[in-house]
C-alpha cells in the first residue's frame, strides 16, 4: 500500500453575539442532568452522545442548530453547497477528562463549537494516521470549526479545574 498526502481545508468562524449564546446554551445544557461517560478512550463528566441518535426534541438542540446557521450559510453560499446537520451532542470536560484519537465515521464534515474553552485545550489534529505530526489551530470560545470527518483529532486530558465544553456537529455537505 502507498500513501499519498493532500492539503484539505478546515474553515473557522466566529460567532456573532457570542456571550448571549454562550448563557443561553449553557442553561439550556443545565437542563438534561448529568450523564458521565468513563471508557479507556473517553472519559467524559457530562455528555448526551447516547441521545445523539434520538428523535426526542432536546432542550437545547433548537439553540445549537441556529447559533450556527449563519456560518453554515456563509459557506454555503460560497461554495454553492447543501449542507445538512446529520447529528449532534455536547461533551462537558473536567479535571482530567479526555476524548482519545478517533475521527468521525457515516458523515463527509465533522464540526466542533466551542463553548466554554479553558486555557491551551483546543483540539489536536493529527496530519497522518500515525499520529506523529501534531496540529492546534487557534481557537476560543465562540469559535465555530468545521473539518473532514475523516480527520484524526483529539481532546487531551484536561489539567486545569476549569469546564470545558464542545457541541459536536456531523455534517453532510455536497455540491448542488
Ligand atoms: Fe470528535
Known amino acids: ?10 474553515w473557522k468562524f466566529s460567532i456573532d453575539g457570542w456571550k448571549s449564546q454562550k448563557d443561553k446554551l449553557l442553561s439550556e445544557i443545565k437542563q438534561g442532568g ?23 426534541p432536546s432542550f437545547y438542540k433548537d439553540t445549537a442548530v441556529s447559533t450556527i446557521s449563519s456560518s453554515l450559510e456563509m459557506l454555503s453560499k460560497k461554495y454553492n453547497l447543501r449542507i445538512e446537520v446529520t447529528k449532534l451532542w455536547y ?7 479526555f476524548h482519545a484519537a478517533h475521527n468521525h465515521g457515516g458523515t463527509n464534515f465533522s464540526s466542533v463549537l466551542y463553548v466554554e474553552l479553558p486555557e491551551n485545550t483546543q483540539t489536536s489534529f493529527y496530519f497522518d494516521y500515525e499520529q506523529t505530526q501534531e496540529y492546534k489551530l487557534d481557537v476560543k470560545e465562540g469559535d465555530y470549526i468545521i473539518f473532514p470527518s475523516s480527520i484524526v483529532h483529539e481532546s487531551k486530558p484536561l489539567e486545569l479545574d476549569e469546564t470545558k465544553t464542545i457541541i459536536s456537529y456531523n455534517l453532510s455537505i455536497e455540491f448542488k
Do not use: V, W
Not at 1 to 10: K, L, N, R
Not at 91 to 97: I, L, N, P, R
Open 1 to 10: 500500500m502507498e500513501t499519498f498526502t493532500i492539503e484539505q481545508p478546515i
Open 34 to 56: 448529568i450523564f458521565s461517560i468513563k471508557e479507556s478512550g473517553n472519559t467524559i463528566y457530562n455528555t448526551d452522545y447516547h441521545l445523539a441518535n434520538s428523535k426526542i
Open 91 to 97: 461533551q462537558q470536560y473536567k479535571k482530567g477528562d
